[in-house]
C-alpha cells in the first residue's frame, strides 16, 4: 500500500468497509454517496496525519477514539468558505435574482420570501445573503418576511456558523464599509452583529434526506454536490425542483453544472454564475 501524498489512495474492501460501518453507526455518514476517489483521498490525509503504518492500523485507532472519529468526519466534510465566494454571483443575486424574487413574492398571499443555504459550513453564505438584504433591501423588509434557513450535516460546523466569529481569511470579499457597518473586533478577527446574526436560523439536516427539503424561493447549493456520486446528484436535483416555487432560482457552486436528467427540471438563467430556475 503507498501511503505518498500524491498518489490515488488504496484501500482494501475490508478497510473501507469498517470505516464505512463506523461512519455510519457513530455520525449517521453515509460514506456510499460520495466519489469513491475523493473519500479515499481524504481517508489518506487522516491516515498519513496519524502516522499508521497501513489502513488496518488507522481503521483500530478509529475503533478506539472518538478524537479520531471527529477528526475524520471533519475531513470528509470540507468545511471551506468564504463571505462573497465568488463576487459576481453575489451581484447577480443582488441586481438581478433578489429584486424578482421579491416581486414574485409580492404577487403571492403568503408575503414570505425564503432562501435556503444548503451546505452552509461556517455561515459565511447564509450570513452574505443576510448582509445583502440588510443593507441593500431594508425598505422591502418592512413589508416583508424574510427567511434564512442554513442547513449542514455537520454540528461542529454549525456551532462555528452560530459564533459568527471570522478571521481575515473568511473575510477578503467583504467591503471595508461592511466591516464597519456589521462587524466588531473580536482581537484579530470580526464579530458579526447580532442583527445580521438574528436573520439566519441554522439547523443541522442530510442533504441525503430529501424529504426533509423546506419549500424555498432560492436554494444555494454551492460547492457541496461535486463530492457526490452521479446517482445522489440527480436524487437531489430532483428534490429542489420538488420544493422550489414555481420560478425559484437554484445557484450551484462555480465548477458545478446541471447533469443528465436534472436538465429537464431547471433552465439556465446565468451559465458562467451557474444560476438556474424551476421550470
Ligand atoms: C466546501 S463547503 C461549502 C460551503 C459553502 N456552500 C460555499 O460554497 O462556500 C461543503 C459543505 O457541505 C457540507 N456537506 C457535506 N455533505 C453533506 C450532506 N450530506 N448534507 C449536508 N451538507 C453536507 C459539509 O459539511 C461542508 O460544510
Not at 473586533?185 to 439566519?200: D, F, H
Request: some cysteine.
Amino acid at each position: 500500500m503507498n501511503l505518498a501524498e500524491d498518489i490515488p489512495f488504496d484501500i482494501s474492501p475490508e478497510s473501507f468497509g469498517t470505516i464505512s460501518r463506523v461512519l455510519k453507526s457513530l455520525k449517521g455518514f453515509n460514506l456510499s454517496c460520495y466519489k469513491d476517489k475523493c473519500i479515499k483521498r481524504r481517508i489518506g490525509i487522516r491516515v498519513r496525519a496519524t502516522h499508521c503504518a497501513s489502513v488496518e492500523e488507522y481503521c483500530d485507532l478509529l475503533l478506539d477514539s472518538e478524537t479520531e472519529l471527529e477528526l475524520l468526519y471533519k475531513v470528509l466534510t470540507i468545511h471551506v468558505s468564504q463571505f462573497f465566494r465568488n463576487p459576481l454571483i453575489f451581484r447577480k443575486l443582488r441586481e438581478e435574482i433578489i429584486p424578482q424574487l421579491i416581486r414574485q413574492c409580492r404577487e403571492r398571499d403568503d408575503r414570505e420570501l425564503r432562501l435556503w443555504s444548503v451546505g452552509c459550513a461556517s455561515g459565511e453564505e447564509p450570513y452574505s445573503l443576510a448582509l445583502i438584504l440588510r443593507e441593500f433591501f431594508s425598505d422591502e423588509l418592512h413589508d416583508l418576511k424574510v427567511s434564512i434557513l442554513a442547513t449542514d450535516v455537520d454540528t461542529g460546523t454549525l456551532q462555528a456558523a452560530r459564533t459568527g466569529i471570522y478571521g481575515e481569511d473568511r473575510m477578503a470579499e467583504v467591503s471595508d464599509f461592511l466591516r464597519m457597518r456589521y462587524f466588531t473586533a473580536a482581537g484579530s478577527r470580526y464579530q458579526l452583529r447580532p442583527e445580521v446574526k438574528e436573520m439566519v436560523t441554522f439547523r443541522q439536516s442530510d442533504l441525503f434526506d430529501t424529504v426533509a427539503y423546506p419549500a424555498s424561493d432560492l436554494i444555494l447549493c454551492r460547492n457541496v454536490l461535486i463530492y457526490f456520486e452521479r446517482a445522489q446528484q440527480q436524487k437531489i436535483m430532483k428534490g429542489f425542483a420538488d420544493v422550489l416555487e414555481q420560478g425559484g432560482f437554484l445557484v450551484l457552486g462555480k465548477s458545478e453544472t446541471l447533469s443528465g436528467p436534472s436538465r429537464e427540471l431547471f433552465k439556465t438563467v446565468c451559465a458562467t454564475e451557474r444560476i438556474y430556475r424551476a421550470i
